[in-house]
């Protein structure tokens, strides 16, 4: 019996340290757990930290590629403004350097027409003269009246004297009109008629304005205000007006190969209003869809053919009207109604920019 109590007390104090152990081997495992989930949860943080750093870099890498984007699609597109504006530099020089060259030939023909008209008239007083005296003539003289075809001669004369007249007016208008729209031997900003930019434009624009076998004439319609002078670039401007023209005609030119009934017309009106000028230039051509106002001022845009336009024009023209006359270039168009470009640029800078 006392053996049996001793092994029982042995198997109790055996059995407590085994639980002793247990229960230290225990808390150990529920430390090594705690400093596990410690090092995942700070790694854990760690790594979402991580995360939301490499995403942010991600938006602003992003961020940053649009922005690179915008930029180069900037410098293109004000490389492409700089080749067409020296290109229109280019052409002013080349006009400007046309009429010059022109203008003094045709200066000495214009001035020397009446002179011409003046001998030419005395000549045919002598020879009626020679009529009267000598009537009738040596048989010689009448046979030479006769292979030169005198009265024919006497009749056509004042004739050519007349075309001569009118062929060196029209040169030393269309001379007038290659100055005024380059505007190199004024100051670059000057205060300006208008009007008389609008007419030079429209002078080098009439060939494109007459009809020929495949299209009848584009008529255009001046509606001019009294405008008092504009301070401007005129150079600049005159840019403006031609590409806005050249656009209606080419507008007016595709409606007739669609539509031949309708009548080509172009009209032109200027008014002052208030501290500023408009003009508005409207065609009666199809119109311009809705879908494509909103990109008309846009560079590169173009509905031309590959090759008839760079898509520049427009974009060029609302910058010089914007930005370089504190103004504004607007659109109003309508299906089979026609286009209307406005221009309201104010008669003084200076008073515009106060």
């Given amino acids: 019996m006392d053996i049996t109590n001793e092994s029982l007390m042995q198997r109790i104090k055996d059995l407590e340290k085994e639980n002793r152990i247990l229960h230290k081997q225990l808390q150990r495992s529920i430390s090594d757990r705690a400093q596990i989930e410690n090092y995942y949860a700070r790694n854990g943080y760690l790594l979402q930290q991580v995360i939301r750093e490499l995403e942010g870099s991600k938006s602003i890498l992003e961020e940053r590629g649009v922005a690179l984007e915008l930029a180069l699609y900037d410098i293109q597109t004000m490389q492409s403004k700089l080749v067409e504006s020296e290109k229109m530099s280019a052409l002013g020089v080349l006009v400007a350097g046309v009429a010059h060259e022109i203008n003094n030939p045709v200066g000495f ?30 048989l010689i003289i009448q046979d030479k009246i006769e292979a030169i075809e005198l009265d024919f001669l006497l009749r056509d004369i004042p004739k050519v004297l007349q075309s001569m007249w009118i062929g060196a007016e029209r040169i030393l208008e269309i001379v007038k009109s290659l100055r005024t729209f380059s505007r190199l031997d004024e100051a670059e900003y000057n205060a300006v008629d208008l009007h008389e930019g609008l007419d030079s434009t429209l002078m080098i624009l009439q060939s494109q304005l007459k009809g020929d076998p495949t299209r009848p004439q584009i008529e255009v319609i001046k509606n001019y205000g009294i405008l008092p002078p504009v301070e401007c670039y005129p150079g600049k401007l005159n840019q403006v007006f031609m590409n806005i023209l050249v656009n209606a005609i080419d507008a007016l030119v595709e409606q007739y190969s669609l539509i031949p009934d309708r009548p080509s017309k172009i009209s032109i009106e200027t008014k002052s209003k208030g501290e500023n000028i408009q003009i508005n230039i409207s065609d009666s051509g199809g119109g311009i869809p809705e879908a494509l106002k909103s990109k008309l001022f846009d560079p590169f845009f173009t509905t031309k053919p590959v090759g008839k336009g760079t898509g520049l024009g427009l974009s060029i023209s609302h910058q010089i009207i914007v930005e370089d006359h504190n103004g504004k270039l607007s659109c109003h168009s309508t299906i089979d109604h026609g286009t209307t470009f406005t221009i309201v640029i104010p008669i003084s800078q200076i008073d515009a920019l106060s």
Avoid: A, T
Avoid at 118 to 132: A, C, F, G, M, S
């Fill in 109 to 138: 023909i214009y001035g020397n027409i009446g002179y011409l008209e003046q001998y030419i008239n005395k000549v045919i007083e002598l020879v009626h003269l020679y009529e009267d005296q000598y009537n009738p003539p040596l």
